[in-house]
């Protein structure tokens, strides 16, 4: 089946595999989870094959940066619509603000922007044949304690990534990213600071959380669904920069 699905995917076919997926799932329910995947992909403009290839295994980055983040701190609670734009009030979400997602093209988020492509670039683009990516939008989210953010993913870019400004460090807290694994074969690439490489793991549940440390920076194929979940959160104000990046 899934070699079925692979050559299928290759040849654009994806409304092929929702409707093979669609009827296979009567008998079995896992192959439902995994519809999503080629729902993205045949919303997505046209991808030529060897972006298809590269995409096709979900991976995902983990990093702590060397960042001093008090002044970007600083700047997220002097943007001047701080909870004033709030685009996801309607989304059932809860107790979350989120920013517009324009952050990128303004001038005292510049740097913090110029400085996660760059790092993005030099890091990883060895994964995807040292095609670059681009930043193109970026927005301030701050989850209130106990707030929370249904599964989602992010049509319109090629990866999808998260700085986290400010966590919840307690060490009974059990909130993080919920990342849904619905191929249950992700990659994931931990970078150690002190050998200067990456770890490699690939993770096969079915999902699993992610619980991120201050200056942590992640990064996955924007296909990928995720949640944020968040239970006996002891700090008031959780805050992530999330952004979208393109090939
Ligand atoms: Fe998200």
Known sequence: MDKVLFNLYLKGLFRICIFLLKIASIFD???????????????????????????????????NLPYDSKKLTKKIYNYEMLYLDNQKTNDGHK????????????????????????????????????????????????????????????????FSGILYVKVDNHKNYKGGLKIHNVMQNIEI???????????????????FIFKPKKNDLVIFNSYIEHSVVNKNSKIVDRISLPFDMVF
């Open 189 to 207: 690439y931990t970078f150690s600071k002190h050998k200067n490489i990456f770890k490699k793991k690939i993770n096969r549940k079915k999902s």
């Open 95 to 158: 107790k979350v603000y989120q920013s517009k997602d324009d952050l990128n093209n303004r001038k005292e988020f510049s740097k913090i922007t110029n400085y996660i492509e760059d790092f993005i670039n030099k890091n990883i683009s060895i994964y995807f044949e040292n095609n670059k990516l681009k930043l193109i939008k970026m927005w301030i989210v701050i989850t209130k304690n106990l707030g929370i953010m249904k599964k989602h993913s992010h049509f319109n870019s090629d």
């Open 29 to 63: 329910e896992r192959f439902e989870k995994k519809i999503s995947f080629y729902r993205y992909f045949k919303k997505k403009k046209k991808y030529k094959k060897i972006f298809l290839r590269l995409l096709h295994q979900p991976k995902m980055f983990i990093f």
